[in-house]
């Protein structure tokens, strides 16, 4: 657990956690805990029963908001993209007048980058650290968007040069993750709505049309990602069809090939019945004539079908 006092962007370390329990005459108290710290943190500032039930039973769970006597209990989720999976971490936060608290079970890189913008920014009350930490978060589905974009089009390059089965489980792996991933997207966005529109005594109004911004760029991105799992059906259908196509080149060579060889198959035929005379049979250049006449036509039906464009 580390406890800061945040004075205009400044951080100053504290030790005593008590003493984020008085409001300070400038600023406000920052703690970011972990959930085996709620334990000491839950009676000393009254966290409620179920919002820390939330933190140490759930670790993926629904972006919500809920409102207390005196704190704010916000749960959003942030994301991260490995090229393999998409991961998504809980951030629960306690707003307070003069605290923030932040529980998260793993580390998350948004809270480290938001410091520079708190010192870049002088924040000097909890509710502006809770715009800019809740903007991050959201820019950050920005980036995760634009490297699946990416992986889509890169995916859809290698299907169309040459296909393979593994295509198939990677599609149909990157579909399923963005699925998931939209269904909580519904609900985040929501919850940011709630902070543009809902009137909220714990965050200053003008601050809260600033939470608008954000409104829009979550919906942006609900947005997006329904685009997202339409082009994951496209790509699917597209694998299809190169299959399709790719089974129609290999039939179209077995069919040439069956044809140039009916005809050789037909002579060989004919001089491997048991006539006495059949035409240059007992001549001594016979058989050389007749290898040298299939290897013609054999050659002949393959540049023919060539120039017919079905080889």
């Known amino acids: 657990m580390k406890i800061r006092l945040v004075q205009n962007g400044v ?19 920052w703690i970011d805990a972990d959930d085996e710290d709620l334990v000491v943190l839950q009676p000393l500032f009254g966290l409620h029963d179920l919002a820390v039930e939330d933190c140490l039973t759930e670790e993926e769970q629904r972006p919500k908001l809920e409102v207390y006597e005196n704190q704010y209990f916000l749960v959003i989720n942030s994301i991260r993209f490995d090229d393999e999976e998409i991961f998504l971490r809980a951030l629960n936060i306690f707003l307070g007048r003069h605290y923030l608290i932040t ?3 793993q580390k998350i890189n948004e809270l480290r980058s938001v410091k520079p913008v708190l010192w870049e920014q002088e924040v000097n009350r909890p509710d502006r650290f809770l715009y800019h930490l809740v903007d991050i978060v959201v820019d950050n589905y920005f980036t995760v968007g634009d490297r699946i974009e990416a992986r889509i089009e890169r ?14 489980n ?38 809260q049309k600033y939470f608008g911004d954000i409104y829009e760029n979550a919906v942006k991105i609900f947005e997006t990602f329904e685009t997202y799992r339409d082009l994951m059906g496209n790509l699917r259908e597209a694998y299809q069809s190169s299959l399709a196509s790719r089974a129609n080149d290999i039939m179209r060579v077995f069919t040439a090939l069956t044809t140039i060889f009916m005809p050789l198959t037909f002579i060989t035929g004919i001089y491997g019945m048991n006539f006495d005379y059949i035409p240059g049979m ?8 007749l290898l040298v006449v ?5 050659v002949g039906m393959f540049y023919l079908f060539r120039k017919k464009d079905w080889l």
């Open 170 to 207: 990677e599609i149909i792996g990157l579909r399923s993750e963005i699925l998931w991933l939209k269904k909580v997207l519904g609900p985040q966005r929501e919850v940011i709505g709630i902070l543009n529109k809902r009137d909220l005594r714990l965050i200053d109004d003008q601050l």
């Open 155 to 168: 995916l859809e390059e290698d299907i169309l040069m040459h296909t393979k089965k593994s295509h198939l």
């Open 103 to 105: 529980v998260t079970r």
């Open 294 to 298: 299939m290897a013609l036509l054999g």
């Open 282 to 289: 007992h001549d001594h250049y016979g058989s050389v004539a």
């Open 11 to 29: 951080f100053t370390t504290v030790e005593d956690v008590s003493e984020a329990l008085i409001a300070p005459a400038e600023g406000f108290y």
